[in-house]
């Protein structure tokens, strides 16, 4: 029988809404909310068991009624190579239930499913319609900014997500793909310009991309623009990096949230630029990458999520791949959730001269006391000894400056522990303008001590597909 969207969801909406809102006031006690992550949890893990053909094989003898969340470390991982190999079968609701459809990039390996329903689409937007009011009521008081949105809406959730968000806070909002045939940076520019946009939401390199190529125009970003705001998302978005974008529109860049397709939003920005996360929506664990051990509810590891919201596609402690701090909430910006720290992708570790690195210790080197750059890239060689050699590459105006690369060549050498080498150059390889789609390292390592990789190849075939960047 089909009812009305508003009928159709009610029993959901009567059992979220009110959680929410006590939640988001402060009101929420503890064992309220362990109680609604209990039966939650139950709720999802029957619903998986009954309608994903995938999850029926998976929890085969597990009783989802006696569940509790201390009991999650009994049931298996689920992985992203389980989502690849499923597709349709991770599913637990039928397609007739979503109201949108979206895949992920597909851009490492096939594009998998991630339809939405009412309830997914309303319990993750919720949540950062709170960081969006959080942040806008500190740069702008009263008033309702304009926003742009620019990224890929072609089964993606980006256009959908914000563009419900901005009207939940009463902004005016515009969709503008710089790298869409339909838009290109020129376009892009225009509309910012025309339409006085007060807030633009991108990834890190879009927003560096559109200031060179404002000023390739003749243009200065920071005087011809309104924008005071860019909300960051998709990349590894370091402080320093922040920085550069700052510098480039004398504007406040946030990392706006962190989620992915088949995860939602998991958590969203405060004014205070920290990420909380949307805790009535996932119960989370933190386990080592690499032997799957549990690490406990807070500090350094591996995010697993799972699902509390019963919708066409929850997952059931899904390894997101990703290296997180999670801390109790310290903040006192007015969000709640804890504070999420994104360290970068599990597999985005480097080893230089025998020592690991995580991706956001080589950003910060790169980038530390650079100032006004556009983006880098770092190139990895061996030398007739067998040692590590850096090649740091900054794209920054000026051209070639031989006793700044030199002293800057000094200070990486000195944080990494390997010889290296500076250039100050116009214009950098165009697969550092990939990292949204498929991933830092592939964006901005050229690794020449190893075969290429299917991600270096898929980010090369990326970028030869959209030629020059602005």
């Known amino acids: 029988m089909w009812l009305p969207t508003s009928e159709k969801y009610r029993a959901f909406l009567d059992r979220y809404l009110p959680l929410h ?3 988001v006031a402060g009101e929420l006690t503890e064992e309220e909310w362990r109680e609604w992550a209990g039966q939650q949890l139950r709720r999802v893990v029957a619903l998986a068991a009954q309608g994903s053909p995938f999850y029926a094989r998976r929890l085969a003898g597990v009783d989802a009624a006696a569940l509790t969340p201390e009991d999650l470390p009994r049931l298996p991982f689920t992985t992203k190579d389980d989502l690849r190999a499923a597709m349709h079968d991770i599913l637990s609701r039928d ?18 499913p991630c339809p939405r329903d009412q309830r997914e689409v309303i319990a993750s937007n919720a949540h950062v319609t709170e960081g969006w009011r959080n942040i806008f009521a500190d740069v702008f008081g009263d008033r309702a900014p304009r926003v742009g949105v620019m990224g890929p809406t072609e089964v993606h959730s980006l256009g959908d997500t914000l563009g419900d968000v901005a009207r939940n806070v009463g902004s005016a ?8 045939p339909v838009v290109g940076f020129p376009k892009a520019l225009q509309l910012m310009r025309d339409l006085a946009l007060d807030v633009v939401f991108c990834t890190p390199n879009v927003a560096l991309s559109l200031a060179k190529a404002a000023r390739a125009q003749g243009l200065d970003p ?29 504007a406040r860049t946030y990392n706006a949230l962190y989620g992915a397709q088949e995860s939602l939003v998991i958590a969203s920005a405060c004014a205070r630029g920290r990420l909380h996360l949307a805790r009535p929506n996932y119960l989370t664990e933190l386990v080592d990458p690499d032997t799957g051990a549990d690490l406990g509810p807070y500090g350094t590891g591996e ?20 290296l997180v701090e999670l801390a109790p909430n310290d903040c006192g910006c007015g969000i709640r959730g804890p504070v999420v720290r994104v360290v970068g992708r599990t597999r985005d570790r480097l080893v230089l001269g025998g020592r690991s690195f995580q991706a956001w210790q080589v950003e910060r080197a790169v980038l530390d006391r650079i100032d006004h750059s556009f983006g880098y890239q770092v190139v990895i060689d061996r030398d007739e000894d067998g040692d590590d050699v850096l090649t740091v590459r900054l794209d920054l105006p000026g051209g070639p400056d031989p006793v700044r690369q030199a002293a800057h060549a000094d200070r990486v050498a000195g944080t990494l522990g390997v010889r290296c080498r500076v250039e100050f150059l116009d214009e950098l390889d165009a697969v550092t303008t990939t990292g949204a789609f498929v991933s830092w390292k592939a964006a901005r390592i050229h690794d020449r001590r190893t075969a290429v990789d299917h991600e270096t190849a898929a980010a090369r075939r990326l970028a030869g597909a959209r030629g020059h960047r602005a």
């Not at 397609?95 to 998998?112: K, S, V």
Request: charged share 25%.
């Open 21 to 23: 809102s006590r939640y």
């Open 222 to 250: 920071r005087r011809d623009f309104a924008v005071k705001v860019f909300l960051v998302t998709g990349e590894m978005c370091t402080p320093d990096l922040a920085r550069q974008i700052d510098q480039a529109w004398g």
């Open 303 to 322: 995010l697993v999520i799972t699902m509390l919201i019963d919708g066409v596609k929850p997952l059931i402690r899904y390894r997101t791949g990703d």
């Open 95 to 112: 397609l007739d239930e979503a109201c949108f459809f979206y895949e992920t990039t597909g851009t490492t390996g096939p594009a998998t």
């Open 173 to 180: 909002v515009a969709k503008i793909w710089p790298y869409s």
